[in-house]
């Protein structure tokens, strides 16, 4: 017969336990930082509001060295620079400490800023399996006023996908026409597998009987819109955190192994792209995300 646990022993087993979920909040942290799915000025931000949080308790060492390009021996340097000690937590570091290191970040990692005036033409993008399709959805479902633009693809449907609603699902020869006759606002090949690209008629229709046209697309098609209608406002969604959106990838069931890895590396390159977008949205939840793209749409 097994003997119940005394005070102290149900205390030493829930402080272990509590220790143990600390470390993992901490580790998933510095995997967001690296792969840039929260920004540092966020993480400082967090750290300061709640020294007990994740980024409350994060070493200072651990936390530059997850930045990128950022190894041991210039983290030192920085840290010498700033006169903070290797010791410290980011929730612990004193008024002057704080202002040191934040200024030095935004010289190094500046801030999105957005760029003043709305446009009509928002463009949504974003890494793999963060959701876009899902958030663009709910805006078309939500708000009529925002006309959802369909993209034209060389890949095959998706169960539970329909034509001329999801995507226009064409061959090679009838993308390269739509090229040829200058009919795609922007086209970019996703994954190195399949073309994907936006038609124009649709678009420049909506635009002239005065509605917000959303465009859901990838990171290069994102930079060609940017290139032809300056105007464009760029929206970057951003997964809750790196854990999450690999689980999105793997859950969503779609690709094979090699496909994922694939897609992961890609992902990772594409979140570093962020600070060329003029707002930055996290879909931790879809009806919210797509409520806060919504209301960038010009009045």
């Known amino acids: 017969m097994s003997q119940k646990q005394t005070p102290p022993e149900v205390d030493r087993v829930a402080a272990s336990r509590k220790a143990v979920a600390a470390r993992q909040a901490r580790a998933s942290l510095k995997r967001d930082i690296s792969t840039r799915v929260v920004t540092p000025s966020e993480v400082l931000a967090r750290a300061f509001a709640d020294q007990t949080s994740a980024s409350g308790t994060l070493r200072v060492t651990d936390f530059l060295t997850a930045l990128p390009a950022i190894g041991s021996g210039k983290r030192d340097r920085i840290l010498e620079d700033l006169e903070i000690s290797p010791v410290k937590r980011l929730g612990g570091l004193g008024s002057r400490q704080r202002a040191s290191l934040s200024e030095w970040l935004e010289t190094r990692f500046p801030s999105v800023e957005p760029r003043a005036g709305r446009s009509s033409l928002l463009v949504l993008a974003g890494p793999t399996a963060v959701g876009k399709g899902t958030v663009a959805a709910h805006i078309k479902a939500t708000h009529p006023e925002i006309h959802l633009s369909v993209s034209a693809t060389t890949r095959k449907p998706r169960p539970g996908e329909t034509e001329g609603e999801h ?18 606002l922007e086209y970019a090949t996703v994954h190195n597998r399949f073309r994907y690209g936006t038609p124009r008629k649709p678009i420049e229709h909506a635009l002239s009987e005065g509605k917000t046209v959303l465009l859901e697309i990838d990171l290069q098609g994102a930079r060609q819109v940017r290139d032809a209608e300056e105007s464009a406002t760029l929206v970057f969604l951003l997964p809750p955190s790196w854990d999450e959106l690999v689980n999105r990838l793997v ?22 792209a962020q600070t060329e977008f003029d707002y930055l949205v996290v879909n931790d939840d879809v009806a919210s995300a797509a409520g806060e793209i919504a209301a960038l749409a010009r009045d």
């Open 167 to 184: 995507y226009f699902f064409v061959d090679d020869p009838e993308f390269d026409r739509l090229i040829a006759s200058g009919e795609l």
């Open 251 to 272: 859950g969503r069931g779609t690709e094979d192994t090699e496909e994922r890895a694939r897609r992961l590396r890609t992902a990772k390159a594409e979140l570093a």
